[in-house]
C-alpha cells in the first residue's frame, strides 16, 4: 500500500466543492469515488501551524505555532522565522522511517531546513535562497535544477503580488504551478511508499484575483482577462493532478487536501488602534504616519510598563497581555487581574462594530479554550476572527480610523477561511461518501492508517 | 575532520540493529562505522548550529514575509 497526499494550500471547499465542482473533472471523480467533505482548519487557519497539525496530529500548542513567524522570548516585537526545528513532534515521515518506509516529502511547509528522511525532501517556501541547502539528501538539490533547467529557473516562491500587475502575477502563478508539478513527477520515479507535495498557488492568488470573479465583494473589480483567473489555476492544477495520478502505482491511495480556506474580505480591524483608544496599549506618543508594531517599538513610541496588551496578526488578530514574569515589561499580575484584564479585552473586541455601525459576528477564542501542549505559554492570550474572517486585522500603528483596507504593505481581497477540503480516495474503497466532522489534525491518523 | 580514530564500544545488539540498517540502505552507507559517523556528525551538527538562517537569510526571507503581508 502506498499512500499519496496533494496539499493545495488555501483551497475554498465552497469554491472547490461546490461553485467550481463540475469544472475540476479530476477533483471530482476522486471525490465521487471516494470519499470528501471540508474538514475544520486548525485555529488560527494559517499555513505554517495547520501544515505542522495535520501532519503531527497535535494542536499547535505544542510547538508555539500561530503565524508564520514567532515572537522571540523576552522581547516584544524581536520575531523569528518558523523553522522546522520547532516541530518538536514527529510528523508523518518520522514514524514512517522507523517502519523502514521510503518517503517523499516535497514543498511541504515547515521543512526548511529539511531533516534526514528515509528517502527525500525538499523544503517549502520558507527555504531563504537557492544556494540555501533545502533538500534532503544535499545531493538532490542539483538534481532538480536540472529538472527546471538551471539554478536560475528555480522559484521559491511567487510573493511580490500586491506590487504586480495581476495578470503578471497570474503568469507567474500558472509558471510556478507548472515549475511545481514537474519536480513532483520527476520525483515520483524514485522509490517511495508515502509521497506528499503541497503546491502553494492558489493561496497567493487569492489574496489579489478573488475581487475578479466574486460579484458580492465590495472592491469587485470587471476584467475579462482575470475574470477566470483563480478558476484557470484551479483548473491548471486538477489537469496536473490528473497527468501526476497517472504516474501512481494502483495500489495508491490519494489523498488531497488544504490546510484552511478563503473568503472575502471587507476590511481589516486596526486592532492595536481599538486597543488604544480603550487604554489598554499606551502610546507615548501617536505616530504622525502608519507604521509598524515593530517600529513603533524600535522608535520608543510604546509605554510597555502600562501597556495591559496588544495585537499582532495581519489575517487573524493574536492578542497577547502583557502579563508581569512572562514579558519584559509586563504589568498585568497573573491569576484574578490577567482574568478580568483578558475578559474585559476580549469584551471590546468581540463588539468592534462594522464601518456604518453594523455589527459583525466577531469570534474570540481564549487560548485554553483552543490551545493545549508544552507551549501553551508562547500561544495568544486571545484568537480573534474578525466578522468569522470576513475582515482581517492589522497589528500597524498611526491610523485615523480602526479601518482599513490595506496593511502597509498594500491591498488584499481575502481572508483565510476556518475549513478547508478533505478527498480520501482509496483502491480497496474502505473509504466512500461524505467526510464529516473532521478535523485537519486527523489527517495523521488517516494516513497511518493506512499503513498499519 | 581528523583521520585519526579512537575505538568505542556499543551494545552488540545495537550494533546488529545499525547492520540490518545499513544493508537495507541500498548502499547509502557502506559500514556500520560509515552510518554512526553520519548520524552522530548531523546530532553534533544540529546541536552546534544555533540560528537556522543567517542573518542575510534571516533577512532575505522577512522581505518575503512583509510582501506576503505577514510582516
Redesign the interface.
Known amino acids: 500500500m502506498k499512500v499519496f497526499v496533494l496539499g493545495i494550500d488555501s483551497a475554498e471547499p465552497e469554491l472547490v466543492f461546490g461553485k467550481w465542482f463540475d469544472e475540476l473533472p479530476t477533483i471530482k471523480q476522486l471525490a465521487e469515488d471516494g470519499a470528501w467533505g471540508k474538514i475544520a482548519s486548525t485555529v488560527p487557519p494559517i499555513t505554517c501551524p495547520a501544515w505542522v497539525s495535520a501532519l503531527t496530529g497535535l494542536n499547535p500548542g505544542y510547538f508555539g505555532l500561530y503565524?508564520?513567524?514567532y515572537r522571540k522570548k523576552g522581547s516584544y516585537t524581536d520575531?523569528g522565522?518558523v523553522?522546522?526545528?520547532m516541530v518538536v513532534k514527529p510528523r508523518v515521515w518520522d514514524i514512517l522511517r522507523e517502519r523502514?518506509k521510503k518517503c517523499g516529502v516535497v514543498f511541504v511547509p515547515v521543512t526548511?531546513?529539511p531533516s534526514?528522511v528515509n528517502g527525500f525532501m525538499i523544503s517549502s517556501?520558507?527555504t531563504?535562497?537557492t544556494k540555501?541547502p533545502f533538500t534532503y539528501p544535499k545531493s538532490l538539490k542539483e538534481e532538480i535544477f536540472k529538472v527546471i533547467g538551471g539554478e536560475d529557473k528555480y522559484v521559491i516562491?511567487v510573493?511580490?503580488?500586491?506590487?504586480k500587475d495581476p495578470k503578471q502575477l497570474l503568469e507567474e502563478l500558472r509558471a510556478k504551478t507548472e515549475h511545481d508539478f514537474k519536480i513532483v513527477r520527476y520525483l515520483l520515479k524514485k522509490p517511495w511508499d508515502f509521497f506528499m507535495a503541497v503546491i502553494m498557488s492558489i493561496d497567493?492568488a487569492q489574496?489579489t484575483l478573488w475581487k475578479f470573479f466574486d460579484e458580492e465583494h465590495p472592491r469587485f473589480a470587471e476584467d475579462p482577462e482575470l475574470k477566470d483567473g483563480l478558476l484557470e489555476l484551479h483548473k491548471q492544477i486538477d489537469e496536473e493532478l490528473a497527468k501526476t495520478l497517472e504516474l501512481l502505482p494502483r495500489d495508491t491511495v490519494v489523498i488531497i487536501v488544504s490546510d484552511h480556506g478563503a473568503k472575502r474580505m471587507y476590511y481589516r480591524i486596526n486592532v492595536n488602534e481599538v486597543l488604544a483608544r480603550e487604554g489598554f496599549l499606551k502610546l507615548r506618543e501617536k505616530p504622525g504616519e502608519v507604521i509598524?508594531l515593530?517600529e513603533a517599538d524600535e522608535r520608543g513610541l510604546i509605554d510597555w510598563e502600562n501597556t495591559q496588551a496588544f495585537a499582532l496578526g495581519?489575517?487573524i488578530a493574536q492578542v497577547f497581555i502583557n502579563v508581569e514574569g512572562r514579558e519584559p515589561k509586563g504589568c498585568v499580575k497573573p491569576g484574578e487581574e490577567y482574568e478580568r484584564v483578558r475578559e474585559e479585552v476580549a469584551d471590546v473586541l468581540r463588539n468592534v462594530k462594522g464601518p456604518n455601525n453594523e455589527p459583525l459576528n466577531n469570534v474570540v477564542y481564549m487560548k485554553e479554550d483552543v490551545y493545549e501542549g508544552e507551549k501553551l505559554e508562547d500561544m495568544p492570550d486571545i484568537t480573534v476572527y474578525f466578522d468569522n474572517l470576513h475582515y482581517g486585522a492589522n497589528e500597524s500603528i498611526g491610523h485615523n480610523s480602526i479601518y482599513s483596507l490595506e496593511?502597509v504593505?498594500?491591498p488584499?481581497d481575502s481572508n483565510h477561511g476556518e475549513y478547508g477540503i478533505m478527498i480520501v480516495w482509496d483502491p480497496e474503497q474502505r473509504f466512500s461518501g461524505k467526510l464529516r466532522n473532521l478535523k485537519l489534525e486527523d489527517l495523521k491518523s488517516i494516513i497511518m492508517g493506512f499503513f498499519e | 575532520m581528523s583521520k585519526e580514530k579512537v575505538a568505542i564500544y556499543i551494545p552488540k545488539s545495537l550494533y546488529e540493529k545499525v547492520k540490518k540498517q545499513v544493508e537495507e540502505s541500498g548502499g547509502e552507507f557502506k559500514s556500520v562505522e560509515e552510518y554512526i559517523v553520519f548520524v552522530l556528525e548531523e546530532l553534533v551538527k544540529e546541536e552546534e548550529e544555533g540560528e537556522v538562517y543567517s542573518p542575510e537569510e534571516e533577512e532575505e526571507i522577512k522581505r518575503r514575509l512583509r510582501a506576503l503581508g505577514y510582516l
Request: net charge positive; aromatic share 18%.
Open positions: 503565524d508564520l513567524r520575531f522565522v523553522n522546522s526545528r523502514g526548511y531546513p534526514r517556501f520558507l531563504p535562497t540555501s516562491d510573493y511580490d503580488y500586491r506590487r497567493r489574496h509598524s515593530k495581519a489575517y496593511t504593505k498594500g488584499d
